[in-house]
């Protein structure tokens, strides 16, 4: 009886390990995919403070097309760029994290940025993103 149990225990041991070493090591999706909408930054913002629970179910992890006016330039702790579009709340907007640095991104400038929208915290986080040409 105790042998029994010792090897179920053993047995999901090694399931839970195989299993995590798999998830860890999964291939990390990109932004480089056809995006699923392309929306003006001010759109997905609105429907996400409008009704969240709706645009989770719309946008969640799905690459995004989403173009605007740059509000703010910034790094955060891991180094990566951040740009902020603006919205028509003049406290937050959409939070794009860059794959890849830009250079000379300015506040008020035009840009088309795609990528993995993650949901809305007090800004809509998109990560991942990569700048489209238009």
């Given at each position: 009886m ?7 225990g ?27 909408v ?27 097309e ?36 830009m250079q000379?991104?300015?506040?008020g ?26």
């Open positions: 105790k042998k029994g149990i010792l090897w179920a053993v047995v999901l041991l090694v399931i839970g390990v195989t299993t995590a070493f798999w998830l860890y090591n999964m291939p990390h999706r990109k932004a480089n995919a056809e995006p699923f392309t929306l003006k930054a001010t759109e997905l913002y609105k429907s996400f403070e409008a009704n969240e629970a709706e645009a989770n179910e719309n946008y969640l992890d799905k690459v995004i989403v173009h605007g006016i740059v509000s703010s330039v910034s790094i955060n702790q891991q180094g990566d760029q951040v740009i902020l579009m603006q919205s028509n709340d003049p406290m937050f907007g959409v939070s794009c994290t860059m794959d890849k640095s000379d991104v300015k506040p400038q035009s840009l088309y940025l795609k990528g993995i929208c993650k949901g809305y915290l007090s800004d809509v986080v998109l990560t991942d993103c990569i700048y489209i040409k238009h």
